[in-house]
């Protein structure tokens, strides 16, 4: 251990002497050259070799130039002073080359406008490939070349047609919504313990709302007289229904198939577990408890279907609702209050439905 201490005290004065005639600039260039290389021997991780990026080489090459092979040769470099010398001289040959080279006008840039045209329409019209896009666009008296629709879509991230016409169920849903309706089984428990089974539709364009019936016993006969029911309701209020989602639950017979199907309603089965896939039913589901069964007591079968009622009314009547842009499924909005006095002197009146669980909030007649 002593020598080794020696030998470096030894080797760091003569490194000190060496450094006595050196210009302070020359120290200077040395400290960020080493500076440099340390950052260089960090960055690799995980045993990876140490590589030197264009840049890298640019900086260094830019800052050693100067120095005279000697001193290249005093300063500890990862690399040999050749290799650097070398970098300085590629550097400078590109650096010629740009300047040297001719200055040609290019094609003019895109406008934003197009941009976002060839977005939208792709968007709006998802299997249209680029060459579809440039068709349309030559029909509105846009002049592009297909190839710049074609960089459009790549630096959007957008998929080749073939691979962006396959259809998802959210875009099933959006397009049929004023086809669709569906239905799903609610589970409550009265006081007494008893289970109690509601069956309600929902149609998916307006959100309105049907609760077809509560029993403790939903057995086949009971299912088949409340889908007739539905039927009857729907040729009452002129829906145009093509397909009814529903879940693969053991409580739905054969039967509620048959009737659907001879009223030209298809059946839709949802996934195994995949409620996402009857969404707006499930939601409805969950607002019916949130707002109304954890927030009162059910004595009975009576009880329940009274208060399911109620509800339903106040859901199809007044509840605005977010997925129809805050507008109700039975009622709609009323139109603005422009007049200043008016707005000045609001009478809103509370009504109270089931002993003050569910409020509405009207003008005072």
Not at 153 to 167: S, T, V, Y
Not at 298 to 314: D, G, K, Q, S, Y
Request: aromatic share 6%; net charge positive; charged share 25%.
């Amino acid at each position: 251990m002593l020598l080794r201490l020696a030998y470096l005290t030894v080797a760091n004065t003569f490194s000190v002497l060496r450094l006595l005639p050196a210009s302070d600039r020359d120290k200077d260039t040395e400290i960020l050259a080493l500076r440099h290389q340390l950052a260089v021997l960090e960055r690799p991780l995980g045993g990876q070799k140490v590589r030197f990026t264009p840049v890298d080489r640019a900086f260094l090459a830019a800052l050693l130039h100067r120095l005279t092979p000697g001193a290249l040769h005093r300063i500890r470099l990862l690399v040999r002073p050749d290799t650097v010398l070398r970098w300085h001289r590629d550097l400078v040959r590109r650096r010629h080359a740009t300047q040297s080279r001719p200055k040609r006008p290019g094609r003019p840039p895109t406008a934003r406008s197009i941009r976002a045209l060839v977005l939208r329409l792709v968007r709006e019209n998802p299997d249209w490939g680029y060459r579809r896009v440039h068709g349309e666009l030559l029909v509105l008296g846009v002049k592009v070349a297909p190839s710049t629709v074609w960089e459009i879509l790549k630096e959007a991230g957008i998929d080749p047609a073939p691979e962006r016409a396959a259809g998802t169920w959210a875009a099933f849903l959006r397009s049929q919504a004023d086809a669709l309706l569906a239905c799903d089984f609610l589970e409550t428990v009265t006081l007494t313990g008893a289970r109690m089974y509601v069956l309600a539709m929902i149609e998916h364009r307006t959100r309105r709302i049907r609760v077809l019936g509560a029993t403790a016993h939903p057995t086949a006969a009971w299912v088949v007289q409340a889908t007739r029911n539905l039927v009857m309701d729907l040729e009452d209020t002129g829906c145009r229904a093509r397909w009814l989602i529903r879940d693969r639950d053991g409580k739905y017979p054969e039967l509620f198939d048959t009737v659907l199907t001879d009223t030209d309603i298809k059946i839709v089965l949802t996934g195994v577990r995949m409620p996402r896939m009857n969404s707006i039913m499930e939601r409805w589901v969950q607002t019916c408890r949130h707002e109304l069964l954890d927030r009162t007591l059910i004595w009975n079968e009576r009880h329940l279907l009274h208060a399911l009622r109620e509800f339903e009314t106040f859901y199809n009547e007044h509840r605005p609702h977010r997925g129809i842009s805050n507008a109700r499924p039975c009622t709609p909005l009323p139109s603005p209050i422009t007049d200043p006095d008016q707005i000045a002197h609001l009478d809103i009146r509370r009504h109270q439905r089931l002993g003050g669980i569910l409020n509405e909030y009207r003008h005072a007649a």
